[in-house]
Nanobody, 115 residues
Framework: QVHVVENGGGLVQPGGSLRLSCAASGSISEIVSMGWYRQVPGKVRELVALITISGHTNFANDVKGRFDISMDNAKNTVALQMNSLKPEDTAVYYC?????????WGQGTQVTVSS
């Protein structure tokens, strides 16, 4: 069994910050990458930020300069630091863990940015 658990979501005012964390555990053979994705009702789930075990990162254009991602390879954890939050960042944020062949998803954590 593979378990992926997110924490850190909540309600924040525009311009504020949140830090999301994700931990992977269980019978995963190898983690190649970990990332964050977000989804709103009626929309396709989209990439927010991704980091590989080699340290390469990829960000969605609308979060560049505002969000940062980091990984602890030894602990199989990933964090997303979200700064200068905007109402359009409101979504359910999912942690995705990429193995050699499969992708494992967490249950998601709600982030709401509202004034």
């Amino acid at each position: 069994q593979v378990h992926v658990v997110e924490n850190g979501g909540g309600l924040v005012q525009p311009g504020g910050s949140l830090r999301l964390s994700c931990a992977a555990s269980g019978s995963i053979s190898e983690i190649v990458s970990m990332g964050w994705y977000r989804q709103v009702p009626g929309k396709v789930r989209e990439l927010v930020a991704l980091i590989t075990i080699s340290g390469h990162t990829n960000f969605a254009n609308d979060v560049k300069g505002r969000f940062d991602i980091s990984m602890d390879n030894a602990k199989n954890t990933v964090a997303l630091q979200m700064n200068s939050l905007k109402p359009e960042d409101t979504a359910v944020y999912y942690c995705g863990v990429g193995g050699r062949r499969d992708v494992y998803w967490g249950q998601g954590t709600q982030v709401t940015v509202s004034s």
